[in-house]
């Protein structure tokens, strides 16, 4: 069984960075490909990135390229999200996933593990 523990959320003014960290436990990192998705309060889960197995490429939602990075440490078993030029419309909880064998990674549907959530607050 995976488990997905999100970190690294809080309250940062408009304009500021945060790094969020998801450590992943239970099975063989590597063979995983990871997301990170977030949801705003009375929205839909959306996708922001993902990155595979073994972190040689990366994909991103239009509205985050330039500003989110994702990237990946398998020997520490965690994947991060950078965040930088933060902006208040940023605020939601933040997921990372995990997905055995897909390549259709901007969909939800397709991963098999959540974590619970860590919560990015921005002020303007």
């Given at each position: 069984q995976v488990t997905l523990a999100e970190s690294g959320g809080g309250l940062v003014q408009a304009g500021g960075s945060?790094?969020?960290?998801?450590?992943?436990?239970?099975?063989?990192?590597?063979?995983?490909?990871?997301?990170?998705?977030?949801?705003?309060?009375?929205?839909?889960?959306?996708?922001?990135?993902?990155?595979?197995?073994?972190?040689?490429?990366?994909?991103?939602?239009?509205?985050?390229?330039g500003r989110f990075t994702v990237s990946r440490v398998n020997s520490r078993n965690t994947v991060y999200l950078q965040m930088n030029s933060l902006k208040p419309e940023d605020t939601a909880v933040y997921y990372c996933a995990a997905s055995y064998g897909s390549s259709h990674l901007k969909l939800a549907n397709n991963y098999d593990y959540w974590g619970a959530g860590t919560q990015v607050t921005v002020s303007s």
């Open positions: 945060l790094r969020l960290s998801c450590k992943f436990s239970g099975r063989t990192f590597d063979s995983y490909s990871m997301g990170w998705f977030r949801q705003a309060a009375g929205m839909n889960r959306e996708y922001l990135a993902s990155i595979s197995a073994t972190g040689a490429d990366t994909w991103y939602k239009d509205y985050v390229k």
